[in-house]
């Protein structure tokens, strides 16, 4: 037998490949594939059996049981017959096979007696391996047990191409997924894209709209207006959408108005009512003032369904009610609720229509119009609040759509700054950071409107040397520009330039966390692209007034003091009447002692201030210490009369900060 | 525990005799290095704490005095705001037993402190 041809299958080439498509070999035991072996073991009363596979050199084992090892070179197994063939090898006893008789496994090894082994076939016709039940006594099988082994075996090859499926139904999955990613960042950056140039039309329009027109010419500015808004009211739409699918959307916890946002709301639509609806806004009379929450969703939320209520509504009553349901020491509990009498929703329809692109009517879109994105928008924005929207209706009786918001209390503290003064703010001076010329040529003339005067810088670098060399009132920075952006811009004038200059922000995209960046490199404001000229009017006169009432922005850090001072306030207080003393003082004798260029003095003088300077943490100041000692060390000063004016401007800063306490 | 603190600083040397008084110490505090060093000579102190860049003498001096012409070897640590290498090699050379950057913490100030002493006791 030992110079016999190793057997090989006429398809042996194509029979691998179909193997290898499995990505059976060398994978781990698998129950099913046990469960088998087991089955084989009882069926057929046998102390050995094991499902395996044949590849170009071995036999390996998927599952086993009485064998012991995981695989054995091919050339030495039984199997490599089997799968020559097409149905059950059985030899009930070995030593009477001429073939078998001297072969090793039969004298020593595994001594086997009885073998009976059945080629696993794919469907498409390749033996791969085989399942065997082996004795170390004669045997034969009944018919019954011949054919359990066929079923077990055609059950293995459908359990191999389950796994297959499965494999590539989660490869195909994961394409989904990433499809959808694309699909989403698409439609956001998309959105983007297309806002920008929309402002653009719709800020002109406006401008156009406030210079003289005659009858026609007006009527068709309207209309360019109303289209305008419409389409950036999708947009919007499909933007937010994208934003809240990406996890992007954040919603904020700032302190507003209640009754303002909801005066707001019912202004703003009051317009749109028909004149045969009654349109009312009931407000509880226990409902708080300030509440802690996001504004601009709920604003969002609220004219979205009241829009909707007026859409539909032709006669009747639309009404926005809000009511306090429930009061803790933290919480305000407020139920909102927009009830009208219109056109209703089918019961079958009151499950779908916070699905995406479905409205109530088929015919809905084109007699109501609408993206079918509203719903949905609202649905989300008020889960995202931890909060449910229900809705209950009955057709051409009319809805209502109701949910229950929990709002953090306000601390008075933590109150707007109310009372936007409507005094005149004089000819303010602006310096606006843009690198979008359309966009500069619209906040030019926005501003230049409200009788300012405006500078413009292309980008953050042109924007720092025009603030070195004129005095303005305000800057406007986009936040995305070449060369020094938005935040590294206002970084360099609140850390290197220490200027207190108000900042408002501009930016197109509203993501998470943006607008918290903003205030914390030190902006004042934020305003949205595209910008609505009374907004912005609005946000300048806040970050002005605000300015006035010269809130200084610098946070003095007192925790070393602390320390040192073991929590004796006593000692704290006349720590700081001692720098109050002192270092405006010493400041003014380090300027002398530079301008007279004594470095000895100013050596001296600007290490020991810089101990002081370090007990109170200003680490911006004690670096322009550090850069004046070792200029003066060095005998050279170049930095020092930069560094000098903004020690003296910070010193004033803290000064004042500190004499507040 | 008796420190003696030289420090020309004026807002510094209080509040750090002020922790420290607070941490049961007893300090004698001075602003300039002759003034100190002639404290040492006539009183017994259990550490000495100094900055390098004071008047009169130097912290260096000090420990250099000390080490050398007193022959003590009371616990002595320097700080300074000088982020100079050398300045650190320099004083473990002259015989500090620490040194310190400024500004200094007071956490970390009091652990060498009791370090030294406890060594010492």
């Keep these: 037998m030992n110079n016999k041809e190793k057997p090989v299958p006429h398809n042996e080439p194509e029979r691998l490949a179909a193997l290898k498509r499995y990505n059976i070999l060398d994978t781990l035991p698998e129950h099913a594939f046990d469960d088998a072996t087991k089955l084989v073991s009882y069926i057929c009363g046998v102390p050995i059996a094991h499902i395996s596979f044949i590849d170009e050199n071995r036999q390996w084992f998927k599952s086993e049981i009485g064998i012991g090892v995981s695989e054995v070179p091919r050339e030495i197994s039984f199997c490599q017959y089997t799968i020559m063939d097409t149905k059950l090898v059985e030899i009930p006893d070995t030593f009477l096979n001429e073939q078998f008789r001297n072969d090793p496994n039969v004298v020593d090894g595994f001594k086997i007696r009885f073998y009976a082994g059945i080629p696993l076939t794919t469907p498409d016709g390749y033996n791969i391996g085989t399942i065997c039940a082996i004795d170390h006594t004669t045997k034969e099988l009944n018919d019954n047990q011949r054919n359990a082994l066929s079923i077990i075996a055609k059950h293995v090859i459908n359990q191999l191409e389950l796994r297959t499926k499965n494999i590539e139904l989660d490869t195909q999955k994961k394409i989904a997924e990433l ?17 920008t140039p929309l402002n653009a039309v719709i800020g002109f329009t406006d401008l156009l709209a406030q210079t003289k027109l005659d009858k026609l010419q007006r009527d068709y500015i309207d209309s360019v207006q109303i289209a305008g808004e419409n389409l950036l009211l999708i947009i919007n739409d499909i933007l937010d959408l ?16 209640l009754k303002k946002t909801l005066k707001h709301v019912y202004d703003l639509l009051k317009v749109k009512a028909s004149p045969a609806v ?3 806004l009931f407000l509880d009379a226990d409902m708080p003032e300030m509440v802690i929450g996001d504004h ?19 006669e009747g009553e639309v009404t926005i009610s809000v009511k306090k349901i429930d009061e803790t020491a933290d919480y305000y509990s407020l139920r909102f609720s927009v009830k009208d009498t219109g056109i209703g929703i089918p019961e079958d329809k009151l499950k779908t229509i916070f699905d995406r692109f479905t409205q109530a009517e088929e015919s809905t879109t084109r007699r109501f119009g609408g993206t079918g994105l509203g719903l949905n928008i609202v649905k989300q924005l008020i889960e995202m609040q931890n909060s449910q929207i229900h809705v209950k209706s009955k057709e051409n009786r009319g809805s209502e759509f109701f949910f229950q918001i929990n709002y953090k209390k306000a601390n008075p503290v933590e109150s707007e700054t109310e009372s936007i003064a409507d005094d005149d703010l004089g000819k303010l001076k602006i310096l606006l950071c843009e690198d979008n010329i359309i966009n500069q040529k619209l906040a030019k003339s ?16 042109k924007g720092i040397d025009l603030l070195l060399q004129n005095e303005y009132d305000l800057v406007l920075m986009d936040l995305q520009m070449p060369f020094k952006d938005g935040y590294q811009t206002t970084e360099y004038i609140r ?7 108000p900042i408002i922000a501009m930016t197109a995209h509203s993501l998470v966390g943006e607008q918290e960046r903003c205030f914390k490199i030190g902006m004042d404001a934020y305003v949205p692209k595209p910008f609505k000229q009374q907004l912005l009017l609005e946000t300048i006169k806040t970050v002005i007034n605000k300015d006035n009432k010269a809130q200084p922005k610098r946070k003095i850090d007192l925790s070393y003091l602390d320390d040192l001072s073991c929590g004796n306030p006593n000692f704290k207080q006349e720590m700081i009447a ?60 170049t930095e020092t009369s930069n560094k000098i004016t903004v020690l003296q401007y910070g010193i004033a800063d803290v000064i004042k900060i500190l004499k507040e306490l | 525990m008796k420190i003696i603190l030289s420090e020309d600083n004026e807002i510094l040397r209080k509040s750090l005799s002020f922790f420290l008084e607070s941490k049961g110490f007893t300090v004698d505090q001075f602003s300039d290095g002759k003034d100190a060093l002639d404290a040492i000579r006539t009183n017994e102190y259990d550490l000495i704490l100094t900055d390098i860049n004071i008047p009169g003498i130097s912290g260096m001096e000090i420990t250099q005095y000390v080490r050398q012409s007193i022959g003590s070897d009371i616990p002595i640590i320097i700080f ?30 009091l652990v060498r402190i009791n370090k030294l002493l406890n060594i010492r006791v």
């Design chain 1, 179 to 195: 499809a959808v990613l694309a699909k989403d960042s698409f439609l956001a950056n998309m959105s983007h894209e297309i806002r």
């Design chain 1, 242 to 257: 994208s934003k809240i699918e990406s996890g992007n959307l954040a919603i904020e916890a700032q302190p507003f108005n």
């Design chain 1, 278 to 280: 009654e349109f009312n």
């Design chain 1, 296 to 314: 601009g969703r709920l604003n969002q939320i609220l004219v979205n369904l009241t829009g909707n209520a007026l859409k539909f509504t032709e």
């Design chain 1, 446 to 461: 926005v501003i230049l409107n409200f009788g300012f005067e405006l500078d413009i810088a292309e980008n953050g670098e």
């Design chain 1, 495 to 501: 850390n290197e330039m220490n200027s207190n200059i």
């Design chain 1, 578 to 637: 001692l720098f109050i003393e002192k270092i405006p003082n010493e400041a003014i004798q380090l300027e002398e002692a530079i301008q007279n260029i004594d470095h000895d003095k100013v050596k001296k003088l600007s290490h020991n201030m810089k101990s002081s300077i370090d007990l109170f943490m200003l680490d911006d100041l004690s670096h322009c210490l550090s850069v004046i000692e070792q200029e003066a060390k060095s005998g050279q000063f």
């Design chain 2, 80 to 109: 300074t705001s000088s982020g100079i290498e050398q300045t650190e090699l320099d004083s473990f050379d002259i015989g500090a037993n620490e040194f310190i950057a400024k500004p200094v913490s007071p956490a970390v100030l």
